[in-house]
Nanobody, 118 residues
Framework: VQLVESGGGLVQAGGSLRLSCAAS????????MAWYRQTPGTRRDLVAR???????NYRDSVKGRFTISTDNAKNTVTLQMNSLKPEDTGVYYC?????????????WGQGTQVTVSS
């Protein structure tokens, strides 16, 4: 399974960005997909997750500003980020937990940089 991310970039505080991630491969189904964020010297932290049943959860700092959604038919996940703050800056990684050949496995995208200037 491959995850290909798009979006990201540089934006001023208060602006918006949209990240997308497409999962491709054969013979798999999505259990859940998520976006993580990492800054230099820190671990990769969960930003938002969505399950195959469309249940979502967000880290507290992005609630009300970010929205995660998925198109199961296309195996894509999107993160709409509004009212961005400088502390949202980081490398955002797409994550997928998939069911394949009777086993669960996880995959990561290559990461996309989001920079929010003050």
């Amino acid at each position: 399974v491959q995850l290909v991310e798009s979006g990201g970039g540089l934006v001023q505080a208060g602006g918006s960005l949209r990240l997308s991630c497409a999962a491709s491969g054969t013979m798999f189904s999505i259990n859940n997909m998520a976006w993580y964020r990492q800054t230099p010297g820190t671990r990769r932290d969960l930003v938002a997750r969505i399950t195959s049943g469309d249940a979502t959860n967000y880290r507290d700092s992005v609630k009300g500003r970010f929205t995660i959604s998925t198109d199961n038919a296309k195996n894509t996940v999107t993160l709409q980020m509004n009212s961005l703050k400088p502390e949202d800056t980081g490398v955002y990684y797409c994550y997928a937990n998939v069911r394949r050949a009777g086993f669960d496995d996880q995959y990561w995208g290559q990461g996309t940089q989001v920079t929010v200037s003050s």
